[in-house]
């Protein structure tokens, strides 16, 4: 068991900064999850980890030893820093059998052969892969294959496991089976765990704490809660949640009435403690982006507190997608289009006019030109 922690780490590949300036620290037996878009930098951060790459700057601890640290001339090899990868394509030794690719890091580490078996045995029956032992991979489906390439990692008994989108060759379903058996694992084992994945539900149901990137920069890190419902800025906002944040163009304007968001076809009003952060920060008047999840959007005749003229809106239903426990809306009032998530039971239709609610405690407003979150 063992934390990670990375100290302002830098990896530039010529003039390219692939991770810049990050800083993050993963507790003993947590389930951390690296989330961005192509390219952002994660791969690149858990090779550092792995000791596969040497950072440019900064400072890797692995259970509060220093394993690389450019500035002093530190670098541990991978060997010796005791942890396991999982990557993206895990090939397995297509001519050894279920038994022998499992078995195959304790035999490079000169393990005795009976405490191999043991081993071996042991990892296989927690992971569901004892009757097919004497199996070749050619003879596995994707799932199990995928068990075989953790069973790998885990026979090892490392103290940190970094996993590179390790389902993402699995089709829908069984990732979706697997996601909950390798958290269940993850569990179990009490490793301190590192997953890459660009998937936001796999981040959001497997995750402790979710660590967000983008540009090989750190956005935001937190618990799924915190992401979900604190987005740090825009980016976080619309990467987290599908379909993602609505943001639309409005100025913050005060009357007698309150302080209120103005969209030109129509406006809504912040709530008394929003008013007074937006007071507090000098936003009045000021152009900023509203931020809305598509599930805080009501159809006005589901919607508990209706307020016409503070928080609801005509607007006119575009696209209706049925997913049949819910409908993905399209709506449009003037040229403001947005989207919201309706319960099955909602009978709008195509080319109707609706009243909608917006739910404004859940309303986030961001800074226009940063995007940093103000709430
Ligand atoms: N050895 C290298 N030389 C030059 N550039 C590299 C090298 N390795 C990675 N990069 C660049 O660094 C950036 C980050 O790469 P990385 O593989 O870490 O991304 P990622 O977040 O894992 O993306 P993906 O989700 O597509 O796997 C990319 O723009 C990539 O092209
Ligand atoms: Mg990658």
New binding site residues.
């Given amino acids: 068991m063992a934390e990670v922690r990375l100290v302002r780490v830098w990896k530039q ?2 003039d ?1 900064t ?1 991770v810049k300036d990050l800083t993050l620290e993963v507790k003993d037996g947590e389930f951390l999850v690296l989330l ?10 858990l090779r550092m980890i792995a000791g596969l790459e040497e950072p440019t700057k900064g400072q890797i601890y692995i259970d509060d030893k220093l394993v690389a640290d450019p500035g002093k001339g530190i670098f541990v090899p991978p060997k010796e820093r005791d942890v396991a990868m999982v990557f ?1 394509s895990y090939a397995l030794y297509p001519h050894m059998t279920v038994y022998d690719n499992i078995a195959f890091p304790l035999k490079l580490r000169k393990v005795p052969k009976q405490e191999i078996d043991k081993r071996v045995r042991e990892v296989a029956e927690m992971l569901g892969l004892t009757e097919f032992l004497h199996r070749k991979p050619r003879e596995l489906s994707g799932g199990q294959r995928q068990r075989v390439a953790l069973g790998r990692a885990i026979v090892r008994r490392p103290k940190v496991f970094l996993m590179d ?1 390790p389902l993402s060759n699995l089709d829908a379903k069984l990732r979706v089976k697997m996601r909950a058996e390798l958290k269940k694992l993850q569990r179990q084992l009490g490793v301190t765990t590192i997953y ?1 994945t ?1 998937d936001q539900v796999e981040a959001m149901t497997m995750g402790d704490r979710i660590a967000v ?1 983008n540009a ?1 920069e750190l956005q935001q890190i937190g618990t799924p809660e915190d992401v979900y419902e604190r987005p740090a800025n825009t980016f976080v906002a619309g990467f987290i949640g599908s379909p993602p944040t609505n943001f639309m163009d409005s100025s913050v304007v005060e009357d007698e009435n309150g302080v209120w968001a103005d969209f030109g076809e129509f406006r809504l009003k912040f709530l008394d403690d929003q008013a007074e952060v937006l007071r507090e920060k000098n936003l009045v008047g000021k152009e900023v982006i509203f931020g809305i999840r598509p599930e805080d959007i009501y159809d006005a005749l589901f919607a508990q507190v209706k307020i016409p003229g503070e928080n609801m809106a005509r607007a006119f239903v575009e696209i209706v997608e049925n997913l049949g426990g819910e409908k993905i809306v399209h709506l449009s009032a003037g040229d403001i289009n947005f989207t919201a998530k309706f319960p099955a039971e909602s009978r709008v239709v195509e080319g109707q006019e609706i009243d909608v609610v917006f739910d404004m405690k859940k309303a986030h407003v961001f800074e226009k030109g940063s995007g940093k979150a103000v709430f």
Avoid: L
């Fill in positions: 590949f010529g390219f692939a961005g878009p192509s390219g952002c930098g994660k791969t690149t951060t993206q989108e890459v660009h990137m090989g």
